[in-house]
């Protein structure tokens, strides 16, 4: 079963692990890359034990073409509001 | 009794370990409470508190020093760097200061010192430092907005924090940091993140004792037992903007906070009560548990007795993100239960628990606990116990 429903704005981009991160409970982090995300997975999981999270995200926020996927500002920022038209 | 003893201190740790806050030095989980062989706590003198965080910890002196040692990538150890440290290690202040409260969120740290300042570092990215901005800070830094206030305790959740101040004007609860799920409880409608302190709403009048935060969830306690939760919904129920006050009719001394429940404990009779728990701080699965009496909070969660107890009075309780623990007040035997994946229920095995089990730390005859308290990290947990031993019997 799914720990939680997560709200793609609610995670967080780590530029080391090059993946959006949301807390664990065990102390680690759920992980989920940009190419997860193109592909529509939903599902964002721990390394270090058994749990995952389900991620709410409009997957065509991740699947534009590169240079629209700038204009959109996908790049993110902690603080960012996402807006879905 | 008396000068023929002395108190000796011991540290014990379980659960999940990989960034060194279990402070055993070797980076992984431990099923079995282990004994700590740390110099530099002996060294530093009686330790008065522990806080334990996402995976950090943070120990007080009765000096009023600090040292820290677990996760510190976010600078959240208060030594200047952004490293992990598997040892315990001073924090260096700015100024010369006497801390009294500390405080561990999941990436973040919080300090207060005798006279009132609040000292925060770790992860700023929700504003849950208070400095103004979303930095982070890998060494103590003071919360300007606080000086000339005189604050006594702070609670770090996992992207907020919440402070107590005492003033002419009566208290006040002051939070910063993310407030999404209503955590800040400053306004009735949804606040994204501030970086700087904004009064809690509904506390008004209220004459508080302490405070709690953990996860997106925020607590006060009142002199007079009335307990106060704000943030998210407990099993689901929605979340509360303001402060929402706990049944009237029973009165709490303490309240620990995980990710998904809250444990209280109730003034007189010692009566541990949780409040929510439908995910790994398993008790309130309401299959299992239609023989217990249940209440419901005005927020229409459940609170439920702690089973299994047989009547004993709790002395003291924690709460990690998914797992709780207690100390019994005659015998002083710590009982856990919960998420057990990574051994923090301390039972020889990674199994989650409905109820409370003994935690058997490995005895000594010759000694006996004077003082125990028991401390959960999001998923490891800590022991203090103090022992006293007669000189003339050592050998």
């Known amino acids: 079963m799914s720990y939680d429903d997560v709200e793609i704005e609610d995670m967080e981009w780590n530029e080391e692990l090059q993946a959006y991160t949301y807390p664990c409970p065990c102390g680690d982090l759920f992980q989920i890359t940009k190419d997860d995300l193109k592909l529509g997975e939903e599902i964002a999981r721990c390394p270090s034990c058994s749990l995952y999270i389900t991620v709410i995200y409009n997957m065509e926020d991740f699947s534009g073409e590169p240079d629209r996927k700038t204009n959109k500002g996908l790049e993110p920022s902690k603080q960012q509001t996402v807006t879905v038209a | ?395």
Not at chain 2, 42 to 70: E, F, Q, Y
Not at chain 2, 276 to 291: A, F
Not at chain 2, 355 to 370: F, G, N, Y
């Open chain 2, 1 to 395: 009794m008396g000068e023929d003893e002395e108190e000796k201190q011991e540290i014990w740790s379980w659960g999940a370990g990989t960034d060194g806050q279990l402070g055993t030095c070797k980076l992984q989980d431990e099923h079995f409470p282990q004994l700590l062989h740390l110099p530099s706590l002996s060294s530093a003198g009686p330790i008065s508190m522990l806080a334990c965080g996402g995976a950090h910890v943070i120990a007080l002196t009765s000096v009023g020093k600090v040292l820290t040692w677990g996760r510190g990538t976010s600078g959240q150890l208060g030594h200047g760097d952004t490293v992990n440290n598997p040892h315990p290690k001073p924090v260096v202040f700015s100024e010369s200061c006497f801390v009294t409260h500390v405080s561990a969120g999941w990436n973040h740290s919080g300090f207060v010192s005798d006279g009132g300042s609040v000292f925060t570092c770790g992860d700023g990215s929700f504003g849950q430092l208070g400095h103004g901005d979303f930095k982070f800070h890998c060494s103590p830094v003071k919360v300007s907005y606080f000086i000339n206030k005189h604050v006594e305790q702070i609670a770090c959740g996992m992207r907020h924090s919440i402070v107590l101040l005492k003033g002419h004007s009566g208290d006040q609860v002051y939070a910063f940091g993310s407030g999404k799920r209503g955590q800040l409880g400053i306004s009735k409608g949804r606040v994204n993140s501030v970086c700087l302190p904004e009064v809690t709403c509904g506390l008004e009048d209220v004459e508080i004792v302490s405070i709690a935060a953990n996860g997106d969830h925020s607590a006060a306690l009142s002199t007079d037992g009335r307990l106060y939760t704000w943030g998210k919904g407990f099993n689901g129920t929605t979340n509360a903007f303001c402060p929402v006050c706990v049944p009237e009719s029973l009165c709490f001394t303490e309240v620990a906070l995980g990710w998904n429940h809250a444990l209280l404990l109730t003034a007189g009779d010692g009566e541990a009560i949780m409040l929510g728990g439908n995910n790994h701080g398993v008790l309130s699965n309401p299959d299992k548990m239609s023989s217990v009496k249940q209440l419901q909070d005005s927020r229409g969660a459940n609170l439920e007795r702690v089973p299994a107890l047989e009547g004993k009075k709790v002395l003291h309780i924690a709460a990690g993100a998914e797992h709780s623990a207690l100390i019994t007040a005659e015998d002083g035997v710590i009982r856990s239960w919960g998420w057990g994946e990574h051994g923090q229920l301390g039972l020889g095995n990674t199994c989650d628990q409905m109820r409370p089990e003994v935690v058997i730390l490995s005895q000594d005859v010759h000694k006996e606990a004077t003082k125990i308290k028991v401390y959960c990290g999001s998923g490891f947990t800590i022991v203090l116990r103090s022992l006293a031993q007669t000189s003339a019997f050592e050998c």
